[in-house]
């Protein structure tokens, strides 16, 4: 059979060189239909560099198809082929790979073929069957199911739980069966495949053998005296099997005792045997033996005969101290004579009634049966002490006396209780399971019940690190109110990271803690090291090899077992073609790297590996790989530069691998093609151009190049010709090049040329990133001088050279390398502890990154630099405080230098302060003291880090007592020392990271009778009611008497001007104004004004109260007496309904005690009641509105639209304007004494009496 495998190239620059690899080694028989001599030799790369081709393999042929194919045909495919094919594409640009696998399938054939076995019972058995083949044959037992011909599989392990047999299967395909018994007799079949062909399968047979085994029902048999009796005797083995009786070692014999019969039957495994006595008698005690022999074995099996006579039972028995645990009993035997031996001797009379006692007990709810509990006494005891009961149970009792003849009948029972104790039995299933790397679940059920000794109240948790010491401190936690029947679990938290754990459970009730259950052991799962290798070394051992060496992280900082380490290794500062990272993983504390580039220094770092992930990475180290000889020069070429002298110029080697020392030129004359000499020139590593003189035109010159390190000589370049000529045409020695150079440096690019006759130079730029006129600045060497490049300095500058024979030119790839943009971030995530951040950076700066440098603060704290490594986009800030603003910004570097920071970013991790509860939840005051629930505090997503609390006496002074600047508890927290029936404010501030939150409460403690006050607002109560206040009620009854007299002064002024009244729409105004004084303020309304001349004299308070525009009224707000309030004992305003009133736009409600008034500023007026059917009363009344259906002045009755309109003010203009004179400002403030109001909106409202 055989097999090919093409390879193709679908694109790439001619000529290609394809190669083969198995398993990474190249295969070397090789059929090219291809000229080798135009085949780039193939670049090997990475691990394939410097490894053997395969011995050459006749099987194998590789056939070349020009220019882009290959086949690889393997002729007899065996599994010896198998293994990963690689096909290798390169050119001069490079290489490209493809792998494939090849697996070739073998069927089984046998190794071991089973064969037939015999076996005795309960020994070992092993049935080998071995079979190899590819893939590895599955080795399978099955065995017949009777005689149907069907195979069953087996069933492996133990057969069942009381069989001591076992099967299990060895991995080479043996069957093994410890202990074989009879059922393991049967047909085995044994088959091996691998899914290639039918398989193999063969069949055996085992045979088990059975030697005697001999069984009785008894090992003693207590028998009375004349009683018959009769012992049996199993023996079970193969056939043919004989029993044989033996009495005291004397064989038995029937027909000597006609006492003595023996039957014997047969049964299917084997024979039984009955030996019976007819009657028996004393000299019949002793052993009696049955054996059992066939062509296997010999068994035996012995029982011992007593007869015997019982005596009477004990009799009053009783307590006489009686325990939790044990009881102490008493009583008398029962006097009665001796027995006899039957054989009549005197010598045969027993002198000892009584040989044992046999006391037995049990649960009072239990009843007797043969395996009661029973303790055996000698005969001369009359007291027993009994130990082993139990606490807060009931027992029964009874006892027998026994001698050598027999056992007597039970005693009457005693009854008694036991007192209790503690626990006696420790938890039951106690299980401990790891949740996390610091978290453990316990889980237990609670003792079985008998051991309670009372009611359970609890458990108890101990818990320490296993391995400490005896003395080391347990941690204990107790637990209460958990279930006692079902299954109890519990969470241990805030443990250390992959800590061994030492755990016990115990029960406690009443009379204390019992006893802990075994210790259970438990491990805190895996966590990731947070710490990385120490002591981090490498040593250079050849051009591509680097040892390195490390120590292990501190044990408890590895949080788990160090499954091994990752080796992270890359050129530094290396462009494109190296600059790549890999990772070597080992579990020792040293490797060596391999396939390393020469003279490149390495950067190295280590870090640890649990099974829970990557540790941390350790700092870089670095190492410089050895020298090693270097490439050949890079590229070589010879220009004619006189007539007898040719002029050879090269580059320096791609891979220099160390420092050029020198180069070496050699020239070889050739005549009609045959070789002269060869002549060698050794030139500085600075020199990079040879002039050949004294040459012949009639001879022939080849010349080629090498570099050398200190190391040695490299491979040379290409071999040239040179050819001189007579004439001599322009050519440059310089060549093109791509040059790469920092910004604000100086750039010198030469154009070495010749030329005969006179060589005309010019340089040109050929394109540039900015369209800019530059000055070319070129000396007399023709060397092109650039000075303090910038970006825009970039592009192609090309040196041309012309004469009348020819022309050449080069071109100068600039490149300018700047430092790196400014990273653009972004906030990807924001959690309570995290912001994750992302960022990309637009331009490099024209070379590779070197890594970022973030830097972040919170608040106004210093600033924190982390530097990241070049790869990183993206990087999580950790640790971070809850409910924090955060600072940050990030600047990339490169090897020029570093880019501005990016611009500064805010972001706030989550979380709020803290939230007050409200006081019913938070303060649980008593008669001297209070007791705060901190617990009720939202901790508003960050958790509280402590409390300030304050108090004072309810307005007493500005000076708070301060209990405690720093309370950690969480729960609950007592302030004592405080007065009965005591109002008081308490301030309470929480912290946490987010800040803190201040809040107020006001509270009352309890009075010796367990009463509190009615109020329950947080600030306390409101001011008082109006006529509790002496002073307000000496007011009140002043501003009756004075409200009089204006009334008297407004009715003589009314009087003396009987046609000007008011109108009450507001049509017409009321003026006592004398006409040589006009009010300069026509468009205005004036509302409630009072003329200069009128003989009316109002308070002054009264005057500063009534506005002089319509704008000064604003027209939604109002005052409301609440029903409530006047219920309470505030006095309404119809108590004053004989005062007239002096009001602003009233709208009044008899009834119901509302009086609205149009208003600007937040303020308290004066009040009082209007009879609106005394017009001559009203000052001013354009806008009366009565609000209840049933008032009297229903001709003044608008709506608050119409009273809108009334004003000529718009509402928005109204509301918004602010008057330092306003009527309603602060001035009035002072004429309310005992008012207090609360503004909602454009509402205002008014306790007590309004005053002038």
């Excluded at 190899?132 to 087996?154: A, H, N, R």
């Excluded at 039918?198 to 005697?212: C, I, N």
């Excluded at 490439?631 to 006189?642: G, L, N, W």
């Excluded at 010019?762 to 060497?781: A, G, P, S, T, Y």
Aim: proline share 6%; glycine share 6%; net charge negative.
């Amino acid at each position: 059979m055989r097999t090919q495998i093409m390879c193709s190239s679908s694109q790439g620059d001619h000529p290609l060189s394809i190669t083969w690899l198995r398993d990474d080694t190249p295969i070397s028989n090789t059929v090219d239909t291809m000229s080798e001599a135009h085949i780039p030799k193939p670049t090997t790369m990475g691990r394939n560099q410097g490894k053997d081709y395969l011995p050459p393999d006749p099987t194998l042929t590789i056939n070349q198809y020009a220019p882009f194919s290959s086949i690889l045909s393997i002729h007899n495919v065996s599994s010896l082929h198998n293994g990963n094919y690689t096909c290798n594409v390169a050119n001069h640009a490079g290489s490209v790979q493809y792998t494939a696998a090849l697996s070739v399938s073998v069927p089984p054939r046998w190794i071991l073929k089973p064969i037939d076995h015999d076996a005795i019972l309960g020994s070992n058995v092993m049935l080998s069957c071995q079979a190899d083949g590819f893939p590895v044959p599955t080795i399978q037992w099955k065995k017949s199911v009777g005689d149907s011909g069907d195979y069953q599989e087996l069933k492996f392990g133990a057969q069942h739980a009381s069989s001591p047999s076992f099967l299990e299967v060895y991995n080479n395909g043996s069957l093994i069966i410890t202990k074989v018994g009879r059922e393991h007799e049967n047909n085995y079949l044994c088959q091996a495949f691998n899914g290639i062909g039918a398989g193999l399968s063969t069949l055996v047979k085992l045979t088990v053998h059975v030697g005697p085994s001999v069984s009785m029902e008894t090992k003693r048999l207590v028998s009375r005296r004349g009683e018959r009796i009769t012992i049996r005797c199993e023996a079970f083995g193969d056939r043919p099997l004989e029993i044989f009786w033996s009495a005291k070692t004397n064989p038995i014999d029937p027909t000597h005792d006609i006492r003595y019969h023996i039957k014997k039957s047969s049964l299917v495994n084997g024979v039984v045997s009955e030996f019976s006595i007819l009657e028996t008698s004393l000299t019949d005690r002793g052993e009696y033996s049955c054996m059992a022999k066939n062509s296997y074995g010999i068994d035996k099996a012995v029982m011992s005969l007593q007869v015997q006579e019982p005596p009477k039972f004990p009799v009053n028995l009783h307590v006489l101290d009686l325990g939790s645990r044990s009881v102490t009993l008493a009583w008398l035997p029962n006097e009665q004579g001796s027995a006899l031996l039957v054989t009549g001797s005197k010598s045969d009379h027993d002198s000892k009634p009584i040989s044992n006692y046999i006391l037995q007990y049990k649960k009072a709810e239990d009843v007797w049966h043969e395996h009661i509990n029973q303790h055996v006494l000698p005969g001369d005891r009359t007291t027993a002490h009994l130990n082993s009961l139990k606490p807060a149970n009931a027992y029964h009792i009874r006892l027998y006396a026994e001698n050598n003849l027999g056992t007597s009948a039970p005693s009457d029972i005693l009854f008694f209780e036991t007192d209790s104790e503690i626990p006696s039995a420790p938890p039951q299933d106690v299980t401990v399971d790891p949740l996390d790397s610091q978290q453990l679940l316990i889980t237990w059920r609670a003792p079985i019940r008998d051991s309670w000794n009372g009611n359970l109240l609890g458990f108890i948790i101990a818990y320490q690190k296993h391995g400490s010491s005896y003395l080391s401190v347990k941690n204990y936690t107790k637990i209460s109110s958990l279930s006692t029947e079902g299954l109890n679990d519990f969470r241990l938290i805030g443990l250390e990271k992959y800590t061994h754990y030492a755990i016990t459970v115990s029960a406690f009730n009443i009379k204390g803690e019992g006893p802990p259950s075994k210790v259970v052991l438990s491990h805190t799962l895996e966590d990731t090291p947070t710490a990385h290798p120490t002591d981090i070394t490498c040593l250079a051992l050849t051009s591509q090899n680097i040892q390195v060496s490390w120590q292990s992280p501190p044990k408890e900082l590895c949080h788990g077992i160090v499954q091994g380490y990752k080796i992270l290794y890359e050129p530094v500062y290396v462009e494109q073609e190296y600059n790549s990272r890999e990772t070597k993983i080992t579990s020792a504390l040293n490797t060596v790297l391999h396939g390393l580039h020469p003279f490149t220094n390495y950067s190295v770092q280590v870090l640890a590996f649990t099974r829970a992930g990557d540790g941390l990475l350790s700092p870089a180290v670095t190492c410089i790989t050895e020298e090693a000889v270097p490439d050949a020069p890079k590229r070589i070429k010879s220009v004619v530069s006189t007539v007898s002298s040719v002029i050879v110029s090269w580059l320096p080697p791609r891979h220099p691998n160390g420092l050029i020392a020198k180069y070496t030129i050699y020239i070889r004359i050739l005549e009609k093609g045959q070789e002269l000499k060869i002549l060698k020139e050794v030139l500085s590593a600075r020199t990079l151009h040879f002039e050949a003189k004294d040459l012949d035109l009639k001879e022939s010159y080849e010349a080629w190049v090498t570099a050398s390190t200190r190391v040695g000589q490299g491979p040379s370049t290409p071999v040239i010709k040179l050819v001189p000529s007579s004439s001599i045409p322009a050519a440059i020695i310089s060549f093109s090049q791509s040059i790469s150079v920092s910004w604000r440096a100086d750039i010198k690019l030469a154009c070495i040329f010749v030329g005969n006759p006179k060589v005309i130079v010019e340089w040109k730029v050929l394109n540039i990133r900015q369209k800019k006129n530059i000055r070319l600045e070129v000396n007399h060497e023709n060397t092109l001088h650039l000075r303090n490049v910038e970006r825009w300095n970039e592009g192609n500058y090309s040196c041309t050279t012309k004469n009348s024979i020819g022309s050449d030119q080069i071109v100068y790839q600039v490149y300018v390398q700047v430092p790196p943009s400014t990273p653009i971030v972004f906030i990807n995530t924001v959690q309570k502890h995290s912001i994750s951040l992302q960022w990309r950076v637009e331009d490099f700066g024209g070379t590779s990154l070197r890594g970022f440098t973030l830097t972040y603060r919170h608040d106004t704290d210093e600033w924190v630099e982390i530097v990241l490594e070049w790869r990183a986009n993206s990087y999580v800030l950790e640790n971070l405080r809850c409910g924090t603003r955060y600072q940050f910004f990030i600047n990339s570097f490169n090897k020029i230098g570093i880019s501005p920071n990016s611009a500064v970013e805010t972001a706030k991790t989550k979380g709020n302060k803290p939230i007050a509860p409200v006081k019913y939840k938070f303060i649980h005051p008593n008669i001297t003291s209070i007791i705060l629930d901190l617990s009720s505090w939202d901790d508003g997503g960050c958790p509280i880090l402590y409390f300030s609390i304050e108090f004072k006496i309810f307005q007493s002074s500005n000076e708070w007592i301060i209990v405690s600047n720093k309370v950690e508890t969480k729960t609950l927290y007592n302030i004592g020392d405080l007065e009965a029936g005591t109002a008081y404010n308490l301030r309470v501030t929480a912290y946490n990271n987010a800040g803190p939150t201040t809040k107020e409460f006001y509270f009352q403690t309890h009075t010796f009778f367990g009463s509190i006050s009615s109020t329950d607002s947080e600030k306390g109560p409101g001011r008082k009611i109006v006529l509790t206040d002496v002073h307000l009620v000496a007011i009140i009854i002043a501003s009756i008497f004075g409200t009089i007299l204006a009334l008297i002064g407004a009715f003589i002024c009314f009087k003396n001007y009987p046609r000007r009244t008011l109108s009450g729409n507001g049509d017409t105004q009321r003026t006592c104004s004398s006409p040589d004084k006009v009010d300069n303020r026509q468009s205005e309304r004036s509302y409630g004004s009072v003329p200069e001349n009128c003989p009316l004299s109002l308070p002054e308070a009264v005057h500063d109260r009534i506005p002089e525009f319509s704008e000064d009224i604003y027209p939604y707000a109002t005052f409301h007496l609440p029903e409530h309030e006047n219920q309470s004992g505030n006095v309404s305003l119809n108590h004053f309904a004989n005062s007239p009133t002096y009001d602003l736009r009233l709208k009044h409600d008899n009834t119901s005690g509302i009086i609205k008034a149009n208003i600007r500023f937040s303020s308290l007026v004066s009040i009082t009641e209007t009879n609106c059917n005394d017009s001559n009363n009203i000052i001013e009344a354009s806008e009366i509105n009565h609000t209840n259906t049933n008032a009297h002045c229903s001709k003044f009755n608008k709506s608050e639209s119409e009273e809108y309109d009334s004003l000529n003010s718009d509402n928005e203009i109204s509301r918004g304007r602010l008057r330092e004179d306003d009527i309603y400002g602060r001035d009035s403030l002072n004429h309310a004494v005992g008012n207090t109001f609360t503004a909602t909106s454009d509402n205002w409202i008014l306790s007590g009496a309004s005053l002038t």
